[in-house]
T-cell receptor
Framework: DSGVTQTPKHLITATGQRVTLRCSPRSGDLSVYWYQQSLDQGLQFLIQYYNGEERAKGNILERFSAQQFPDLHSELNLSSLELGDSALYFC?????????FGSGTRLTVV | EDQVTQSPEALRLQEGESSSLNCSYTVSGLRGLFWYRQDPGKGPEFLFTLYSAGEEKEKERLKATLTKKESFLHITAPKPEDSATYLCAVQGNQAGTALIFGKGTTLSVSS
C-alpha cells in the first residue's frame, strides 16, 4: 500500500457519459497530480493541485476538470466521454523529492 | 519543452545477463531525475531520485547513474522477478513543475 488511495479501481461507462475519479493523498502531502496512461502515449501529466489551488496544467482536455477539497482529497471529472478516453488514470501525491503513485483507476468507455 | 526519451523500448534478457537501460533528457534546469518500476495494471513504484551529474544510487540488483544529458539504470544479474516496465521522469527547476515521463523500457527476464 503506497498510502495514496484511488477509487474506484475499475469503471466501465458509455460514450457521452460523465464520471468522477477520486484520490486521497498520503497523510501530510499537500500536492496532488493527475496522470493519464494509455498504451501508446505513456504517462501524460494532466493537472496539479497544491493545498486546494490549481498549480499547473498539462495536456488536460477541456472536457476534463479537477478540484482539491479542504481535506486534500482530489476528484477528476471526465465528461462527454469518448472511446479514446479509455485509459489508466493515476493520482500521485508529493512531498519534497518524493512522488508516490496510487494504484490507478482503469476507465473503459464503450 | 522538457523531454524524456528512453531506450530500448523493450529488452529481453536471460537470468543473470546484466544490461543497462538508457534515459536521455532535456530540461530547463534539472531539479531531479526519477526512476520508477511499473508492473502491468499497477501504479509506478518509486526506485530512485538523482539530483546532480555524477550521482549514483543502488538498490539490490539496480544501480542508477546520472550525467548532464542522460541517466542509466544498470541491472546486474537480473532475475525473472525484475521483469517490469522501467520509467524515467524528470522534474524541472521551475516551481510547481510536474514529473515528465518517458515511455518506458519493458524488461523481460527469462530463466
Amino acid at each position: 500500500d503506497s498510502g495514496v488511495t484511488q477509487t474506484p479501481k475499475h469503471l466501465i461507462t458509455a460514450t457521452g457519459q460523465r464520471v468522477t475519479l477520486r484520490c486521497s493523498p498520503r497523510s501530510g502531502d499537500l500536492s496532488v497530480y493527475w496522470y493519464q496512461q494509455s498504451l501508446d502515449q505513456g504517462l501524460q501529466f494532466l493537472i496539479q493541485y497544491y493545498n486546494g489551488e490549481e498549480r499547473a496544467k498539462g495536456n488536460i482536455l477541456e472536457r476534463f476538470s479537477a478540484q482539491q477539497f479542504p481535506d486534500l482529497h482530489s476528484e477528476l471529472n471526465l465528461s462527454s466521454l469518448e472511446l479514446g478516453d479509455s485509459a489508466l488514470y493515476f493520482c500521485a501525491s508529493s512531498a519534497p523529492g518524493s512522488y508516490t503513485f496510487g494504484s490507478g483507476t482503469r476507465l473503459t468507455v464503450v | 519543452e522538457d523531454q524524456v526519451t528512453q531506450s530500448p523500448e523493450a529488452l529481453r534478457l536471460q537470468e543473470g545477463e546484466s544490461s543497462s537501460l538508457n534515459c536521455s533528457y532535456t530540461v530547463s534546469g534539472l531539479r531531479g531525475l526519477f526512476w520508477y518500476r511499473q508492473d502491468p495494471g499497477k501504479g509506478p513504484e518509486f526506485l530512485f531520485t538523482l539530483y546532480s551529474a555524477g550521482e549514483e544510487k543502488e538498490k539490490e540488483r539496480l544501480k542508477a547513474t546520472l550525467t548532464k544529458k542522460e541517466s542509466f539504470l544498470h541491472i546486474t544479474a537480473p532475475k525473472p522477478e525484475d521483469s517490469a516496465t522501467y520509467l524515467c521522469a524528470v522534474q524541472g527547476n521551475q516551481a510547481g513543475t510536474a514529473l515528465i515521463f518517458g515511455k518506458g523500457t519493458t524488461l523481460s527476464v527469462s530463466s
